[in-house]
């Protein structure tokens, strides 16, 4: 009862949370430069319309003004205009963010796959081959950026090998995308049991989930390889072996131990991917969340920049509540 | 002593821990120690005197990197060290326990009590987890925990320091052990509950007929709980006798200075204690306690001594023992 009280209590603070983020970002978005009446209407428009935009879309107005128009419109989920796609910004996220969290969540399921095991093997041997590719690997991914690796993955799997589709989007042109249930392309192809899409659809998440798998693996691998090499070398550890238990039963314990810091770093992985997938979004044209809010910063389109801070604070608010609950039932200690 | 064999038999023990720059430090210069069924034995020395090395070295675990450089080990007529893992495994915990200090650090935090007493049962005695969790469960009611039930399902961060303990002993003794080993175990209790403790260990180690090697710091402890007791300074045993002997009377140099340590009397004090800021480095060729003895002479800054029966329970490694009684 007191763990409901307690996700209740957090999801309540979820609101000013929300409303120091909207203040900070609102106004560090307007300081952005850049006349959004002179990029809709183009350069040779006349000073006269140009005013009349300006004051229709009441920038003419002071800021505070500006601020509690938009925070009105919030509350009532109406988070303003694209001007660039013409629609409602909360359609556009809605088309956009399921993308980006597709792509940033298979991504990061790869990376635990590559960097746990890894982690806990390096930390297990001291020396020898696997010891010695973790070291490496973790720089190498440490130092390569991703849209670099996705350029190569391209490179060697479409343009010479000729494997996979080409990297244009989440599903081929030709194929009907199945109907939408939970945003994830390859999710819903599978639930409407339509094979073409399923293929063509897990064809186009191969690379690009490759590329952040691969590099996000490394701060996984050294998180969970630190982790377990103190834990290993920890008192509880030692006792257990002195206590004569299993081999295979005291590195259970051990990784056990060990999964609080790797839950962290994961949701702090997805926390940060949600805006920093978007280089890998560009080259794979994934048309996900993180890209449309770049556009919208390169054109002086606030709305979408906005409603993009907005979507991926929740969506962090929403991990760490996770996270918190996670802790709760992987360490004893944090149930006071 | 028993003409039975030894439980435990250490036989010119020798273990050394190589250093990056300079010459290996030998924690352990040649120990040679018995114990046998039912007996208690008492272990006193200083931090660093090798102490620990040896527990562990019993077990057949040297901490890296160090190793045994010459001389055996024997527990029950095997050789710890030399058998594989997985055999090691099945002796440490079932048949060789070792009861920890400072045991809140030591259990797992994320495990009930009773469910890392029941680990233990389970792994070695072969039961089911329900028959280990009553197992678990009587051993607790065993320690005279208060409040057994509910200390089973505390995690250790719950346990007072004393509770742990008695968690540990229970861990310690659950699958009826021969040998006992405590290591420093309750040094970091309050005294009142230091005692409660020590009691409790020796009478289950009574109860269980096993034996047990009383690590300690504190000699007065080993007075009461020992039936022999033996000092190691430097990595060597420089007296060992039974418990009545030794406090009758102590032989070597050291002895007395730990025993003078506890006296009331600042003068017995001054006169055994010798400032080790005016000792030299000089004794490496002699006998290792040279720099710090009031009682030093030329030949044992140049000449080790060895071990040397005094009488038939007395062995004191000493040039000049002293012969005093005290």
Redesign the interface.
């Known amino acids: 009862m007191s763990l409901l009280r307690y996700i209740g209590r957090r999801i309540l603070f979820v609101v000013p949370q929300l409303l120091g983020i909207i203040l900070v970002s609102f106004f560090l978005v307007k300081l952005i430069p850049g006349d959004p009446a002179v990029m809709m209407l183009g350069p040779t428009a006349s000073q006269q319309s140009l005013d009349e935009l300006r004051q229709k879309m009441g920038f003419t107005q002071s800021l505070p003004r500006q601020l509690l128009h938009y925070l009105h419109d919030v509350v009532r989920g109406d988070l303003g205009t694209s001007w660039q796609t013409t629609q409602p910004v909360t359609q556009d996220l809605f088309q956009r963010f399921p993308a980006t969290l597709e792509l940033i969540s298979f991504g990061l399921l790869l990376a635990i796959a590559i960097g746990f095991p890894l982690g806990v093997a390096a930390a297990r041997l001291k020396q020898g081959p696997v010891r010695k590719f973790a070291d490496y690997y973790g720089l190498l991914a440490g130092a390569m950026p991703d849209f670099w690796l996705a350029l190569v993955l391209i490179y060697i799997f479409y343009t010479k090998l000729n494997w996979s589709p080409p990297p244009l989007g989440r599903i081929d042109m030709a194929v009907v995308s199945p109907p939408t249930v939970t945003g994830s392309m390859v999710i819903d192809s599978l639930l409407a049991g339509d094979w073409d899409a399923l293929s063509s659809s897990f064809g186009h998440l191969v690379l690009p989930v490759l590329t952040l798998g691969l590099i996000n693996a490394g701060p996984i691998l050294k998180m969970t390889q630190s982790t377990m090499e103190r834990t290993l070398a920890s ?2 550890v ?10 295979r ?1 005291v590195l259970r ?1 051990a990784i ?2 060990a999964l609080p810091s790797v839950v962290t770093i994961v949701s702090v992985l997805y926390g940060f991917l949600i805006g920093g997938a978007v280089l890998v979004e560009i080259v794979f044209s994934w048309g996900g969340a993180g890209q449309y809010a770049v556009q919208g910063v390169l054109n002086a389109d606030i709305n979408p920049v906005l409603g993009f801070v907005v979507f991926s604070a929740i969506v962090s608010l929403v991990i760490y509540l996770m996270v918190d609950l996670l802790y709760f039932a ?4 944090t149930r006071t | 002593m028993n003409a039975a064999p030894p439980v435990l038999d250490v036989a010119n023990l020798w273990v050394g821990y190589p250093s990056y720059r300079s010459e290996t430090v030998h924690a352990l210069r040649g120990i040679n120690l018995q114990v046998a069924a039912g007996e208690i034995v008492g272990l006193v020395g200083e931090s660093g005197s090798g102490k620990t090395t040896l527990a562990r070295a019993v ?1 057949g ?1 040297v901490p890296e990197p160090g190793a045994i450089e010459r001389g055996q080990v024997l527990f029950a007529g095997r050789n710890l060290a030399a058998l594989d ?2 055999a ?7 048949e060789l ?2 009861v ?1 200090p ?1 045991p809140r ?7 009930t009590a009773g469910r890392q007493i029941s ?2 049962v389970l ?2 005695l072969g039961v089911g987890r329900r028959e280990a969790d009553r197992i678990a469960l009587d051993m607790l009611r065993a320690v005279r925990i208060p409040d057994p039930e509910r200390r089973f399902a505390a ?1 250790p ?1 719950e346990l007072s320091g004393g509770m742990a303990q008695r968690v540990v002993i229970a ?1 310690a003794l659950v699958c009826s052990p021969r040998l006992v080993i405590s290591d420093d175990a309750t040094s970091g209790l309050d005294v009142t509950v230091q005692s409660q403790v020590l009691e409790l260990l020796q009478t289950m180690v009574r109860e269980k007929g096993a034996a047990a090697l009383f690590i300690t710091r504190d000699l007065a402890i080993t007075a009461h709980f020992c039936t022999r007791i033996a000092v190691i300074y430097a990595g060597e045993i420089v007296e060992i006798a039974t418990t009545r002997s030794f406090f009758r009377r102590p032989r070597h140099p050291y002895s007395i200075m730990l025993l003078a340590a506890f006296s009331h009397n600042p003068a017995l004090r001054a006169r055994w204690t010798r400032s080790q800021d005016a000792a030299g480095d000089a004794a490496v060729a002699g006998c290792s306690f040279a720099a710090r003895c009031v009682r030093c002479r030329p030949l044992c800054l140049t000449e080790p001594p060895s071990l040397r029966a005094e009488a038939a329970d007395h062995a004191v490694r000493c040039h000049f023992p002293v012969d005093t009684a005290a």
Request: aromatic share 6%; proline share 6%; with cysteine.
């Open positions: 008192d509880f030692r006792y257990a072996d002195m206590c004569g238990l299993p081999r039963v314990q056990r131990a992987l360490d004893p200690r | 077990m675990l893992d997985a090691r495994r099945a002796v440490l915990g079932r326990v070792m920890i400072n650090a030591e259990l797992n935090p994320v495990l680990n233990v792994h070695h995690y961060h861990i």
